[in-house]
Every structure is written in C-alpha cells, then in structure tokens.
C-alpha cells in the first residue's frame, strides 16, 4: 500500500512571498490532517478534514494560512505572506480509523 | 487546554533497556500513542493503549498507563542502534483531537 505522499519536501522563500504544499493522502482514507512541526517541538494539528469538510480548523491562523481539500483526496495547503515564524516541517496525515493516523514525509519550510 | 510533557533526552547502552516517560493533562483522553521520528522522516506509530487498559506489550516494547496519575511510559527492551530517534508521546480526546509532547531524544551508545 502506497503511503501518504507530500510535495515539495523541501521549500525556501522570502518572508511575505507565498507558498503552497500538497498531499495526497492513503487512497480511500476519510479523514487528513496537516500538522505543523517546529524544529525542537511536536507536531500541532493546524487543520483536520473529514471527507472535504473541515472537522477541526481551531488553530489555523486564518489571516495568512488556508486549506482545501478537493474532492475528498487531495489537499493544499497555502501561507500567504509568510512569516520568519512559519519556517517549520509541514506534516500531512490521514487515517480510515479512530486510533492509527499515518504520517507523511513533511515539507520542510524555511522562510529567510 | 491539553497538555503533554516529555523529558527531552535519554542516553542509553546498546543492550539495556530504555524508558520513556510522559505525562497528560486531559482526563478524557481515550487513546494515547507512541510515535518514532527517524531524521528527515515522519512520524511512525510504535504503539498505542486504549485509556481503559494499564499495559500493553509488542514485541521489545511495553506500554504501561497510569490513569490515576496521568503517566504513561514506554520501555524498550534490549535497546539497538537502530532505535535512536526522537520518540513523541501522543494523547486523543473523546472530540478526536491529538496533542504531542515535544518529543524524548533517545541516543544508543554501542
């Protein structure tokens, strides 16, 4: 079984440039997740979609961050402007199950 | 709000075993987790404890839970090389929301 795909890896911008990452989540799994990871910390859960409707968005920061998920597959995930703050990993996850999530790669960011 | 702290670092010989704690905050937490993160990787489930059970054993890892005192721990068993990661402990509520610690270095000495 393929896992859970993310594009790019690897991301440097200038701060208030924009950027976009991708998922493409294990096929036939309901829900996804984007999480974000800071160097030195845990994963934080921006985003969560069950099908293509968003589940838990409580700690977007909306002004500068969106998410879709087209379809019910595929998901985007979008900075703009981003900030010196938002250099992180960029997780995807998705599961078809309450207990198991399976992670992706992550796009590492770095905003100079 | 949710809350999961973890010691940062665990240094260790190849050949003993090693133990990872972790504590919570959340008493509705019905699942809690175990995660590896390799270099460059993602995060992989070792392992996970329904909140209704006090141990849980896989092989070279044991789980043990306790509800009480909001602790969870993981032991490795004859502890390899290969099992130096960042390791992440992980709680889900009843609304189905994660929150992870900041995660445990353990380095394996040979």
């Known amino acids: 079984e393929a896992g859970v795909a993310q594009s790019p890896r690897y991301k440097i911008i200038e701060k208030r440039q924009s950027v976009a990452f991708w998922c493409n989540p294990i096929s036939g799994h309901a829900t996804l997740y984007w999480y974000q990871q800071i160097l030195g910390q845990g994963p934080k859960l921006l985003i969560q979609?069950?099908?293509?409707?968003?589940?838990?968005d409580s700690q977007l920061p909306k002004d500068r961050f969106s998410a879709e998920r087209l379809k019910g597959v595929d998901s985007t995930l979008k900075i703009q402007p981003a900030k010196l703050e938002d250099s992180a990993v960029y997780l995807c996850a998705s599961s078809d199950q309450e207990y198991e999530q399976f992670f992706g790669p992550g796009t590492r960011l770095t905003v100079l | 709000g949710e809350d999961v702290e973890q010691s940062l670092f665990l240094s260790v010989r190849e050949g003993d075993s090693s133990v990872i704690n972790c504590t919570y905050t959340?008493?509705?937490?019905?699942?809690l987790y175990w995660y590896k993160q390799e270099p460059g990787a993602g995060l992989q489930l070792l392992t996970y404890?329904?909140?209704?059970?006090d141990m849980k054993q896989d092989q070279r890892l044991t789980v043990l839970l306790n509800k009480k005192d909001k602790h969870l721990s993981l032991r490795i068993a004859d502890t390899q090389t290969g099992d130096s990661a960042i390791y992440f402990c992980?709680?889900?509520?009843?609304?189905?929301?994660?929150?992870f610690g900041d995660g445990t270095t353990l380095t394996v000495k040979p």
């Open positions: 959340d008493s509705s937490s019905t699942y």
């Open positions: 979609f069950q099908n293509n409707g968003v589940v838990d």
């Open positions: 992980a709680e889900r509520t009843n609304a189905g929301k994660s929150t």
């Open positions: 404890i329904f909140s209704n059970m």
